[in-house]
Structures are given as structure tokens and as C-alpha cells.
């Protein structure tokens, strides 16, 4: 059993930065990929990033490459996105998911077991 808290959204303006926060409770999280999505008001949900168990792998979906980094924390059993040069098309709620296989997390149709509750991120001019 794994549970997920997401953590860091608020406003910035366009061209700022925010660092958003999953941090996990329970087993075996260093055993899970994890990933980052995005839902904005009318729109369909996004993948933004994933990170495999290891944090060896990273990928990023093409609108936020060169912006945003993933990275975990095992010992901390924590994924953090950094989030640099925001616009306001990044606005949205972030959602932190995981899986044990990259492609229940990463490839549509996505197959997530755990679900955060989301953090809401707002970049407005």
C-alpha cells in the first residue's frame, strides 16, 4: 500500500519557477515508477514526466523538456519536479502517480495504482 501527497503548487508569474513535492508513505516505493501529470479546466489529462524506480531513467513530454526536472529521493521516498521558465499553459493541477511497471505509468492508457490528491499550480501574467 503506498499513498501520495502532493506538495509546492501556488501562483507565479510567467518566468518564474516552483518545485513541486510527491512524497510517499508506506513500502516499497523504491520499487515504483512515478509520474508527474497534469489537468488543466476543459482539458484532458497530461503526462509531464516520469522517473523510474532507480531514477535512472527520466522522460518528459516535448511541451516541458529543457524546463522541467524529476528527481527522487529514495531515503526520503519522495519525487520532487522542478519547475523552471513556468508559462501559462503549465497551469494546471499536478498529479503525482505510481506503478511498479514504467508503462502503467508512463504509456497510455496509463494504468496507475496510486493517485495523489493533487496541487494546483497557477501561472498568470
Known amino acids: 500500500q503506498l499513498h501520495l501527497v502532493e506538495s509546492g503548487g501556488g501562483l507565479v508569474q510567467p518566468g518564474g519557477s516552483l518545485t513541486l513535492s510527491c512524497v510517499a508513505s508506506?513500502?516499497?516505493?523504491?520499487?515504483?515508477?512515478i509520474g508527474w501529470f497534469r489537468q488543466a479546466p476543459g482539458k484532458e489529462r497530461e503526462g509531464v514526466s516520469c522517473?523510474?524506480?532507480?531514477?535512472?531513467?527520466?522522460n518528459y513530454t516535448d511541451s516541458v523538456k529543457g524546463r522541467f526536472t524529476i528527481s527522487r529521493d529514495n531515503s526520503k521516498k519522495s519525487v520532487t519536479l522542478q519547475m523552471n521558465s513556468l508559462k501559462p499553459e503549465d497551469t494546471a493541477v499536478y498529479y503525482c502517480?505510481?506503478?511498479?511497471?514504467?508503462?502503467?505509468?508512463?504509456?497510455?492508457?496509463?494504468?496507475?495504482?496510486?493517485w495523489g490528491q493533487g496541487t494546483q499550480v497557477t501561472v498568470s501574467s
Open positions: 502517480a505510481a506503478a511498479r511497471y514504467w508503462e502503467r505509468v508512463c504509456v497510455p492508457p496509463i494504468q496507475a495504482d496510486y
Open positions: 508506506g513500502y516499497y516505493f523504491d520499487y515504483e515508477v
Open positions: 522517473i523510474s524506480s532507480s531514477g535512472y531513467t527520466t
